[in-house]
């Protein structure tokens, strides 16, 4: 089907969520997961920073990445303040000595209704090389480093592999960004539906 037809099948309703990301890779296994999960929904993106390392290393730079790409969206006034949002932030993990990964963490917030609901992605291989080059390139002094490098994953691999610094997931690992998210979001979208039903 169409994409524009897609969205407009799909869209309305009575559940609207923002991204708090523009980002494609982003914004559309979120919009694909709460349609099929609400049956109508609508989602948009809307960019957001967060005051973070660009490439956060570590499940609390992720999840703290991800709340405050939904606290920028609010106190910036982009969205009101009863908007249900959901964040995407990737990080990478060291799980093992030397075996690093990377991960999603979803988070949806919806104050009305006083929900909060994180997943996170299935877990992406990242050759060591790849973080060692990441870590060599960010500077003693950088004022981020307590949430992790300022040179992203993507950055080097895309220098190394030529490959898109936003999904290079299928490149390295054979699954790509969107179907990782995808999956997550579906979780997301379940465990949200399954408390709103609750109250």
Not at 151 to 176: C, E, K
């Amino acid at each position: 089907m169409d994409p524009q037809m897609k969205d407009v099948l799909y869209s309305g309703g009575d559940i609207s969520i923002v991204v708090a990301s523009s980002r494609p890779t982003k914004v559309e296994p979120v919009k694909e997961a709460f349609q099929k999960t609400f049956g109508r929904a609508t989602v948009v993106g809307k960019d957001s920073q967060p005051g973070i390392a660009p490439q956060p290393v570590g499940f609390d730079a992720g999840v703290k990445g991800a709340h405050e790409r939904i606290n920028n969206l609010r106190c910036t006034r982009l969205v009101s303040e009863q908007q249900v949002c959901v964040a995407v932030e990737s990080f990478i993990v060291e799980l093992q000595p030397d075996m690093w990964y990377d991960i999603a963490c979803l988070l949806l917030s919806d104050p009305v209704h006083a929900i909060s609901v994180q997943t996170f992605s299935q877990a992406t291989p990242v050759p060591l090389e790849y973080v060692k080059r990441a870590q060599s390139e960010c500077p003693p002094s950088y004022s981020l480093s307590s949430t992790g490098y300022s040179v992203t994953i993507g950055q080097v691999m895309q220098r190394q592999l030529a490959v898109d610094p936003s999904d290079w997931h299928s490149s390295v690992a054979g699954v790509s960004r969107v179907q990782l998210l995808h999956i997550a979001a579906k979780q997301l979208a379940f465990l949200y539906q399954q408390q709103l039903s609750r109250r």
